[in-house]
């Protein structure tokens, strides 16, 4: 239950976080081009002397002004890297990211067993010294009055990424180490699925899947 809850917890903050990310790139996009458009809006019209044109592209400019996004840009940076650092403890989960296997392949069943074990033991160490780095660094930043340039947010709590992410994702190498060891199986990512969307070939009559060459000469 409690992992369950974790999972779920894990997924809907990526989702918000890219999401929002998403969401509030596009809303400064808009707003930029506005901006442009009503300048160029309220210059036609006194170049042609469309008074009412101009003022009205004057007033959208002016109303449009007054709303202040210029830290729209600095926010996304952070969610995108919080979305990155627990994004790569789920791509561990998952088993997703992308990893070189040919000399492993070719060892025997007990030499790779061992191999992969190491393997993810390390990834579980690495994690965690970089986890252990993180907190200290936070820690002493909390104890400055540094802030971040546009959301004066206190630095310690966008870097709070570093320390939650990684140790997040070490609990998760051990978690996949701990499956491997009891059943010999990594998790395992299809990159042709896609949720939602059934895996069985629809048949058609006429139409062979899976190139049947013998069932194409029945058919006729």
């Known amino acids: 239950m409690l992992m369950r809850l974790l999972d779920r917890l894990e997924e809907t903050l990526i989702a918000t976080l890219i999401a929002s990310a998403t969401a509030l790139i596009f809303i400064a996009v808009v707003h930029r081009y506005s901006l442009t458009i009503a300048i160029d809006l309220s210059k036609w019209g006194r170049a042609h002397e469309i008074d009412w044109l101009a003022r009205s592209g004057r007033s959208v400019f002016e109303f449009i002004r ?3 996004l210029t830290w729209a ?4 940076i952070y969610m995108f890297v919080w979305m990155a650092k627990f994004g790569a403890a789920y791509g561990v989960r998952t ?3 992308v990893g070189v296997d040919v000399a492993t392949q070719k060892l025997a069943p007990e030499n790779r067993y061992r191999v992969v074990l190491f393997s993810l033991f390390c990834g579980a160490l690495f994690t965690f ?6 907190a200290q660094f936070v820690y002493h930043m909390s104890q400055t009055d540094q802030i971040s340039p546009d959301l004066e947010w206190p630095a310690w709590m966008i870097y709070l990424a570093i320390p939650c992410g990684s140790y997040l994702m070490s609990f998760r190498f051990m978690q996949v180490m701990w499956s491997y060891a009891r059943t010999g199986e990594l998790p395992h990512h299809d990159h042709g ?8 070939t629809p048949t058609v009559p006429g139409i062979v899947a899976h190139g049947d060459v013998s069932a194409v000469g029945a058919t006729r």
């Open 66 to 68: 007054h709303i202040n």
């Open 73 to 76: 840009q600095e926010l996304c």
């Open 95 to 97: 088993g997703i990211h």
């Open 129 to 134: 010294v970089i986890g252990s780095l993180g």
């Open 193 to 200: 699925h896609v949720d939602g969307v059934s895996d069985e």
